[in-house]
């Protein structure tokens, strides 16, 4: 009997029976998966849909379902804020942020039709109030629509292109927009005649020694036989959930303690090169510790264990984060005033290293020489009072001098605070989410998007919210217009 | 007509004649190919080594020739220089030098063999003068033996092993011991009745369906066909050449400019990938800038470009160097002072950016802020005069105030310097060579050793001169011997 398995396709001559015939099959209800399946549907094909929960939502659904939009002039939330964001401004942040790993061909697509995805977007039932919250938030705690969500304001990024905010979160009462942004995406995909099947994890594709035509699910611990005759879309996120994968392409992550996803076990990605894909760029991965909340603490000053600081703080969080790991020691500190200071949150994981009613006092309580973490503070200080970061560019609000003793270091500790983190390493596709082989052609039949491909966020030092969700949802679409297209 | 390709293996069936018919073919003839050929012979098959240079060498040969080995109480030339290094002492440096990278396995066999290793290197006619020579040297300038090649006897090694000189450099007056060393090792392999065919560029392997049955070479611009009854061995270097490949896996290297390497294209990487195997740690690379020479510039203090010290500057020249990659603002300083200062060489293209009477003036020459350069050096010599380096822990005798006016400040350019760099991502083998699926299942029929695979120096951040010729040599047998075995 012919061994079925995720690493290589099943051969279509060996399938005995069709449990399923469709136009095109989709893996993975999440954001992406969704929004393959509408495109796919408006595009004529019949469409299936399986799922291995008993539901939609995969890590999409944990997200705070905020897209990141912009250029051509600028949504209507950012005009009505005073915000006009070029697409050649918005192009190129996403080029700065996608770092030695950038996709361009991606970036400018999505920064010509970001404008059109949100009227897409709307057109499905997203809700958005089209207000703008200002100030530095992870996810608004209202149902603001518009905020900063990545570096774009920080050096060096603000240098590189003009700044806008950019994050677009669905209208949803405080976090969580995730869940109701793939609940609408779901409803728009059903009321297509999406069929849809739960409890059905893919464990194989089918291949006719050509193309792919269809895929393998477990069904109730059977396998069940899908032909899809125009292919099949891959939407079944990235690998943080498999150890293995992460020891064998990502081992940096052993370093921090807190995967988050779903059911991000590296499906898409083994079934994809299985078939002749290739994935790329599997070292990189997100990484953040909610060290700007409670929001004070956003004023507060980072440095490594010799004293040092290492980035401007008013980059993004996830940003600064990413930066702290590559510090030495396991550790960095976030450096506070009593002007600033308040109790940690307590799932971070952050503990109260060091106080003093001097700096000097701080280093001495942190044991770190003398000279060291005072000296960064006088020198930071002096230049914070006039306005100036002459190091790392941090710029106003938040560039406060911190001389209202005491003084306390907050310990972020790689293994044990909450660095939460996921991957951005996956299956290289064409714009159109064709699966890339290593010789630059199309696997026939397979498609992918989401976070088992390398999309927009590429490169974790530049990674900024809403840029998994922008490239989910667009390349999702993309993808099943595709396989739809044949 | 079925397509020859690097990236799927010909079929069997397809094959019209063989032209060439072997037990084992090798691929590559540098160091690993070498050995590999040299083991499958004594293991009693007939062997076959293809070469697509017109003779013997490829990356190895443009080496040093230093050979990484310790362990077992000592060689004969660290027992003479009283250096007792113990198995364990030695795999935990290795370990350590893996960083996340490491493969733990081939770490213990190599440290708990690496003696008989040698005895065979020099069973096979490598010469070794047997001395020791102190100091650090990038090579031996005469034709001595033992030098300390990486990092052991600094900080943070130094605690987790007992420290060690282990870079065993083969008797050969001045640098480029690693031609001499193909040589011996060419010698012995033709000894042994390998048939060596040169300006034979491997292009496929061939598969029977079940196993790695042959390979496809193309001479004279056509493709011969090679019966390879107990399987290939792919020994063909790394991908530094081959942009295409560094631009999907190892984009970082783009930030620098000197390629170092033969032919190395990827080809066996390729080859095996398609075969089923797979690639990991593929964006791993080594890169040294040569800042060590003339040899009173190891004496110097690096900072970045905000001033800070980043780096014990005692341990290995690549380590500081892959180090300095890590730092923000395209370019690091080493300071020196007059008594450390002479010319840099040409070809390592460091400028002098900076000079003054104090390190205020070389601060403000280099347009950094005050009290940065300036007060970085002031607690360096303060503590160094002491003897201490509190802040990264760096060691005597090199750890040496730098208070002789004037003053220098040299930039290592990432674009414009020379930090030279090659690949260290590959294919994932067993420790007998053995090519790995994604299900940890070998490829049968197919072997690979050298830099086509990840192996002893997994890390960058961890490289030690002579490792690489150390995984080659010692797994280019092991891999060589598991072929013939079958």
Request: aromatic residues 10%.
């Amino acid at each position: 009997m012919t061994e079925v398995s995720l690493h290589r396709p099943f051969p279509a001559t060996a399938v005995e029976r069709w449990d399923y015939e469709t136009d095109v099959a989709v893996v993975g209800f999440g954001a992406a998966g969704a929004c393959a399946a509408i495109e796919a549907a408006d595009g004529g094909a019949a469409v299936m849909l399986f799922e291995r929960n008993s539901g939609s939502g995969g890590a999409s659904g944990l997200s705070g379902g905020e897209i990141y939009i912009g250029g051509g002039g600028g949504t209507d939330a950012q005009r009505a804020a005073g915000f006009t964001d070029t697409t050649e401004d918005f192009a190129a942040y996403l080029k700065a942020a996608g770092g030695p790993c950038v996709d361009d061909a991606k970036c400018d697509l999505y920064a010509r039709e970001a404008l059109d995805h949100y009227a897409w977007l709307k057109a499905q039932g997203v809700p958005y109030r089209g207000n703008y919250l200002p100030g530095k938030h992870i996810e608004p705690t209202d149902d603001s629509t518009l905020i900063w969500s990545g570096s774009e304001a920080a050096a060096p990024f603000c240098e590189l292109a003009v700044p806008a905010p950019r994050g677009h979160v669905i209208q949803h009462s405080g976090w969580g927009g995730g869940r109701p942004l793939v609940d609408i995406l779901e409803r728009a995909a059903r009321a297509r005649g999406v069929e849809v099947i739960v409890d059905a994890r893919a464990v194989a594709l089918v291949q006719d020694g050509i193309r792919i035509v269809g895929l393998v699910v477990r069904i109730d611990n059977r396998d069940r036989f899908v032909r899809a005759s125009k292919g099949v879309v891959l939407a079944t996120g990235g690998f943080v959930m498999n150890e293995a994968m992460r020891r064998k392409y990502c081992p940096e992550t052993f370093r921090i303690n807190s995967p988050i996803g779903d059911q991000d076990d590296g499906t898409g990605i083994n079934l994809g090169v299985g078939a002749g894909g290739e994935a790329i760029h599997m070292e990189q991965y997100f990484t953040t510790c909610p060290w700007t909340m409670p929001e004070p603490h956003a004023n507060g000053v980072f440095v490594n264990v010799a004293g040092q600081r290492f980035i401007n703080e008013d980059c993004y969080h996830g940003r600064v984060s990413r930066c702290a790991l590559d510090q030495p020691g396991g550790k960095v500190f976030l450096l506070l005033d009593s002007a600033h200071f308040s109790q940690p949150l307590d799932m971070a994981g952050i503990t109260i290293a060091g106080t003093g009613a001097t700096w000097d006092e701080v280093e001495s309580e942190l044991e770190m020489p003398e000279g060291t973490l005072s000296a960064t503070m006088a020198f930071y200080n002096r230049h914070a009072t006039e306005g100036n970061d002459p190091l790392f560019g941090k710029q106003a609000p938040i560039l406060t001098p911190l001389d209202r003793a005491p003084f306390v270091a907050l310990e972020l500790n790689f293994q044990t605070s909450y660095f939460s983190f996921f991957t951005l390493g996956g299956l290289r596709t064409s714009i159109d989410g064709e699966v890339l082989d290593r010789s630059d052609r199309p696997v026939r039949g397979l498609y992918a998007a989401g976070r088992c491909t390398s999309g927009l966020p590429a490169w974790g030092h530049g990674y900024s919210s809403g840029m998994s969700l922008a490239d989910c949802t667009f390349f999702g679409r993309r993808a099943g217009k595709k396989a739809a297209d044949g």
